[in-house]
């Protein structure tokens, strides 16, 4: 089973920025895809940002423009920069890997305060 351990969550304000880090138990780059998901309180989890084996990255319209995901295969850590958050980024924001399957992180809340 894959473990996944995010850090990175907490408190901003509108405008500020986070850096998200997700650290696998495994080889990062032979995975079909890797990324994060968000799920604000009452709303269905989504997609925010997936870095596919081949590198491409792929971004929620919402977020497009704002958030950076990248990895570092070195070190089996991918990463979410979020710059000029808003309240409206407030979730829960889960890691992921998949491979046959999807493993999950445990979670860290972003908090946006307006």
């Known amino acids: 089973q894959v473990q996944l351990v995010e850090s990175g969550g907490g408190l901003v304000q509108a405008g500020g920025s986070l850096t998200l880090s997700c650290a696998a138990s495994?080889?990062?780059?032979?995975?079909?895809?890797m990324g994060w998901y968000r799920q604000a309180p009452g709303k269905q989890r989504e997609l925010v940002a997936a870095i596919m084996r081949s590198g491409t990255t792929t971004y929620a319209d919402s977020v497009e423009g704002r958030f950076t995901a990248s990895r570092d295969s070195a070190k089996s850590t991918a990463y979410l920069q979020m710059n000029s958050l808003s309240p409206d980024d407030t979730a829960v924001y889960f890691c992921f890997v998949s491979t046959n399957i999807l493993n999950w992180g445990q979670g860290t809340q972003v908090t946006v305060s307006s």
């Open positions: 495994i080889y990062i780059a032979s995975v079909n895809a």
